[in-house]
């Protein structure tokens, strides 16, 4: 079987939960905050916030960036539940946004003027056009960057200047088991974020004092360990992601369309969506070959628990719908042979009516 996504593990993996099971220290110690200053390093930021998802990153993001209840965020329709649950959870309000029909990402054109806060979403590891985004407004920027670890957008990193939260779960492109991390240059922001993912307590000696309103979200010890491992074969591993994408576009039959990359973006590839009429005919012929694939995603207005209590409609958000509709992310993961590559796209060139 080819599955959709794997993760890339190994023996330094192994031996680095190993030593710290052996160490003492399986929560709050020396390896997190190693982690912590290695991330910020390599992505270009001054503080790095480790969480223990990449659900809880966009939470802290929102509650940091928008600390008033009932303000109002951007977001695109086209992108994972987590990214609209976190504004919810915090206790603000999402305003969806279509995207582009070309890169999947939000067009900054429909972004409202009177919103507080934008959240762009990297869809599938490429970034949105950040510089247009700016010049809409002011506003402040929390960059879904759960797919963009390793993108880059016209030489700058992701990570590098607004707060950006990555996620590191098993089929991202590097993993700590489940994890996320919170990048941002702002100190205040940084040591808040800090305070609620525990609990929002700070500890003088002895005596602790909850200043905010927090909850329990840090990462363990041994998440941070994997991580440190994953951070020093990201590069190789997303070259092996970039190789493999390289070799879909290269032979992709016709009837299929892909995403659109601007010349002045490194895509991380940590997804490969295509487009195709008779999608669901293409899944299942593709299955039949054990070949797993994705779809990314339905988009927020047409899942039912926010059909059911948001003013939206069918039609409103017409690009994330047409794009939903025909959707399939493709394999691609690191340790991905030529051999699976080639039989997928001899099994896509068999499969479409």
């Known amino acids: 079987?080819?599955?959709?996504?794997?993760?890339s593990t190994g023996e330094e993996e192994k031996k680095a939960v190993m030593e710290v099971m052996d160490s003492g220290?399986?929560?709050n110690g020396p390896k997190t905050a190693d982690f912590e200053a290695a991330f910020a390093a390599q992505v270009g930021a001054k503080h790095a916030v480790s969480v223990s998802s990449g659900a809880a990153a966009l939470y802290l993001g929102v509650r940091a960036l928008c600390p008033y209840a009932g303000m109002r965020v951007a977001l695109p329709a086209l992108t994972y539940a987590a990214t609209a649950n976190a504004v919810v959870l915090a206790g603000c309000e999402p305003v969806l946004v279509d995207v582009l029909p070309d890169t999947f990402c939000v067009d900054p054109a429909k972004i409202p003027e009177d919103v507080d806060a934008v959240i762009p979403v990297h869809y599938a590891g490429l970034p949105c056009d950040m510089d247009e985004i700016r010049k809409r407004g002011s506003w402040p920027i929390l960059e879904d960057a759960a797919h963009a670890c390793g993108s880059e957008y016209k030489g700058r990193k992701i990570g590098s200047e607004n707060v950006a939260c990555f996620s590191f779960h098993p089929c991202k492109n590097m993993t700590t088991a489940e994890g996320g991390m919170v990048t941002t240059n702002d100190d205040a922001l940084a040591g808040r974020m800090r305070r609620m993912r525990l609990n929002g307590i700070v500890v003088d000696g002895f005596r602790q004092d909850m200043v905010d309103f927090g909850f329990k979200f840090n990462m363990s010890e041994i998440q941070a360990a994997i991580g440190l491992v994953q951070m020093g074969k990201l590069?190789?591993?997303?070259?092996?992601?970039?190789?493999i994408a390289l070799a879909y576009e290269?032979?992709?039959p016709e009837k299929f369309s892909r995403q659109a990359v601007p010349d002045d973006c490194l895509h991380s590839r940590h997804m490969f969506p295509?487009?195709?009429d008779f999608r669901d005919f293409v899944i299942h012929e593709l299955k039949k070959k054990d070949i797993l694939c994705g779809i990314h995603y339905r988009p927020i207005h047409m899942m039912s628990w926010y059909a059911s209590r948001f003013d939206w409609k069918r039609g409103d958000f017409p690009v994330a719908e047409s794009i939903f509709e025909r959707e399939i992310s493709l394999p691609i993961y690191p340790d991905m042979t030529r051999?699976?590559?080639?039989?997928?796209?001899?099994?896509?060139?068999g499969a479409t009516i």
């Open 1 to 7: 079987m080819i599955p959709y996504s794997r993760h």
């Open 25 to 27: 220290f399986l929560t």
């Open 235 to 243: 590069t190789l591993m997303n070259q092996a992601r970039r190789l």
């Open 250 to 252: 290269s032979e992709l």
């Open 274 to 276: 295509v487009l195709v």
């Open 339 to 349: 051999e699976e590559y080639d039989f997928v796209l001899s099994s896509l060139k």
